[in-house]
């Protein structure tokens, strides 16, 4: 378990809440190992992000019969029964699977194609020039100022201004007597979940179960990445 930046407890194996109506066509589960480059048949250089993307097995499936809603449950990550709560292993001693350390359930359109004990791979539901939105917890950066928190300008810098990282006013004294709610004061910086939408999948390693994306992507290196169709319209 992993503490927030609001003293709240978390658990790997909370499901994802999906807001709205929104039903995904695509979803994976993969670690975040790093940034490196590659070059495209004219010979420009395209920054990408390598994700080791899978293989997920199905855990549970539910329709809207018994749940009330369509969804499959995935296990990625294997790990030792030891290492697990009994309510949480018997989740897999249930259904005969072997135990994963991550769990997570997404709602698809089209649950028809899966089955309790299946395995998805990334080949298997994303190709290149996919539109997608890639999650993750952000990098911790601990206990900031404004200037790097918030990038808030900094006071003279000359001697004698005694005012140079600082938060700025509070606000009047008399009226209204208070600091106004969400006011820019230091804090904790980071660790939260950060969503970028609308990157594209530029290649897919079948045989090594990686996704390479143009571009940055939340989190830390071996940090766990949600990764979707994009809710963008692509324009």
């Given at each position: 378990m992993s503490q927030g930046n609001k003293g709240h407890v978390h658990t790997k194996y909370e499901p994802i809440t999906?807001?709205?109506?929104?039903l995904m066509k695509k979803a994976m589960l993969g670690k975040k190992i790093g940034m490196t480059q590659i070059f495209d048949e004219k010979g420009l250089v395209i920054p990408v992000s390598v994700i080791?993307?899978?293989?997920?097995?199905?855990?549970?499936?539910?329709?809207?019969?018994?749940?009330?809603?369509?969804?499959?449950k995935v296990g990625y990550?294997?790990?030792?029964?030891?290492?697990?709560?009994?309510?949480?292993?018997?989740?897999?001693?249930k259904t005969k699977l072997a135990p994963m350390k991550?769990?997570?359930?997404?709602?698809?359109?089209?649950?028809?194609?899966?089955?309790?004990?299946?395995?998805?791979?990334?080949?298997?539901?994303?190709q290149s020039g996919d539109k997608i939105d890639v999650s993750g917890m952000s990098k911790g950066k601990g206990f900031q100022g404004v200037t790097k928190r918030f990038g808030q300008k900094t006071g003279?810098?000359?001697?004698?201004?005694?005012?140079?990282?600082?938060?700025?006013?509070?606000?009047?004294?008399?009226?209204?007597?208070?600091?106004?709610?969400g006011k820019k004061l230091p804090g904790h910086m980071g660790m939260d979940n950060t969503t970028i939408q609308n990157l594209e999948v530029v290649r897919v390693d079948a045989d090594r179960n990686l996704i390479l994306i143009r571009g940055a992507v939340p989190g830390p290196k071996g940090g766990l990445l949600v990764i979707k169709n994009t809710v963008k319209s692509g324009k």
């Open positions: 999906i807001g709205g109506n929104f080791q993307a899978g293989p997920l097995t199905v855990v549970q499936k539910k329709t809207s019969e018994n749940d009330g809603y369509n969804a499959i990550e294997s790990i030792k029964e030891k290492k697990l709560s009994k309510p949480k292993l018997g989740q897999f001693t991550y769990l997570k359930e997404f709602r698809l359109e089209d649950i028809s194609g899966y089955e309790v004990g299946q395995e998805i791979k990334a080949e298997d539901m994303f003279p810098n000359t001697h004698g201004s005694m005012y140079h990282r600082r938060p700025g006013s509070m606000g009047s004294g008399t009226s209204p007597g208070r600091v106004f709610k």
